[in-house]
């Protein structure tokens, strides 16, 4: 299995702030990458796939990058709506897995 | 706007078999580009993909649950169902059905959920 790790865990910041997320495969996954993002309570939502495409209605200041092993999402200017949990997922290969998440709160 | 609804039983018993169906609105489980996909988070954790399956019937399960795990398919109810066998406590979980969309190059990723449905396994 394709182990995902992401960093940091949890993540403090402020409305306004610029913030981001790095997620880290086991081995190349090409740009086979997608983020999505869970408030609690509530099923996760697809934010960008293929590691840097936004999918259809994300707000634009949600942006991915990298490709091989090393991943990132970035928020612009952090919005209150945008505190919640963020998962990074692989689609290289079977099994498909998640990272671990990571908690963005409220400084 | 395509919708996803789970349900199913809320309490299993430890050993016996923990059954949901997924019942998929605005979309077609036949459409070609789709594969229909199942997810578990048990509480306070992440994501695990359990596996999914295509209007065909064919099939592709996690191998740490393979030997547990049946999906089937209903094209004519538009819906489609976990069966998860021998189940303990480790499998309360909250329990997604998702769209697995397989498009061209790398444009595969899980685009609509459903809610979620909280599955409890207690005696």
């Known amino acids: 299995d394709i182990q995902m790790t992401q960093s940091p865990s949890s993540l403090s910041a402020s409305v306004g702030d610029r913030v981001t997320i790095t997620c880290r495969a086991s081995?190349?996954?090409?740009?086979?990458l997608n983020w999505y993002q869970q408030e609690p309570g509530k099923a996760p939502k697809f934010l960008i796939y293929?590691?840097?495409s936004l999918q259809s209605g994300v707000p634009s200041r949600f942006s991915g990058s990298g490709s091989g092993t090393d991943f990132t999402l970035t928020i612009s200017s952090l919005q209150p709506e945008d505190f919640a949990t963020y998962y990074c997922?692989?689609?290289?290969?079977?099994?498909?897995?998640f990272g671990q998440g990571t908690k963005l709160e409220i400084k | 706007q395509v919708q996803l609804q789970e349900s199913g039983p809320g309490l299993v018993k430890p050993s016996e078999t923990l059954s949901l169906t997924c019942t998929v609105s605005?979309?077609?489980?036949?459409?070609?580009?789709?594969?229909w996909s199942w997810i578990r988070q048990p509480p306070g954790k992440g994501l695990e993909w359990i596996g999914h399956?295509?209007?065909?019937?064919?099939?592709n399960y996690n191998p740490s649950l393979k030997s547990r795990v049946t999906m089937s398919v209903d094209t004519s109810k538009n819906e489609f169902s976990l069966k998860l066998s021998s189940v303990t406590a480790a499998d309360t979980a909250v329990y997604y059905c998702a769209r697995y969309y397989y498009g061209s190059g790398t444009k595969e990723y899980f685009d609509y959920w459903g809610q979620g449905t909280l599955v409890t396994v207690s005696s």
């Open positions: 399956i295509y209007y065909s019937g064919s099939t």
């Open positions: 997922q692989q689609s290289y290969s079977s099994p498909r897995t």
């Open positions: 293929a590691a840097s």
């Open positions: 605005g979309g077609s489980v036949s459409s070609g580009s789709n594969y």
């Open positions: 081995q190349s996954i090409s740009s086979y």
